[in-house]
């Protein structure tokens, strides 16, 4: 499945008239209240919430996400390195409201070896999250193999190589068993280094589908 991550509200607009299952709401990107997202959105579309620091202090995050879990997120995002009060909270919220927890661990720097990507694997269903994401910047072939690896681990999982040369792990995600992929409502609307745009993704699987 291709999640598209919005990053703006005018976004949504346009992507929802388009072939859309998910979408990954950035709330600390879009910077509108979460009633005004939820407003809009079609019933169907699966919709994950996260709000990265930086922009909000903890208590904006921890309620922005909590009113979105009560108005019907599917996933919740909760960072690796949360306090333990902030995920406390936020995992309770979701469980009253049917909404799936995530626990991710991002590395804008680079790619952890293999024996630390496992441990922060383990450490994302260990802190509770019934799915692990593991986003990480890649430099070498090394990298990519090293990132594809925590696919032979169980649990669910998704799992993204940062950066031009981790672009193969987008792609080959949704293949290798990871719940979904990330893309971009368009070219030059990425979240992340290396994101491909839904419309690329589609045409790729399309190819690799032979139809």
Known sequence: M????ISEYSQLDSVLQGEVRMIELRLDLIRRPPSELYSILQQGVKTLVCCREGVYSEKERLNMLKESVALGASYVDIELESSAEFAREL???????SCEVIFSHHDFTGTPQKDELIKKLKACYQRGGVLAKIATMVQSSEDVLNLLSLYKHPGRKVILGMGPMGRITRVAAPILGSEFTFASP??????APGQMSAEQLRIIYHILNGS
């Open 2 to 5: 291709i999640c598209i991550s």
């Open 91 to 97: 995992m309770i919220s979701a469980e009253e409201a």
């Open 186 to 191: 368009a070219e030059g609307g990425e979240t």
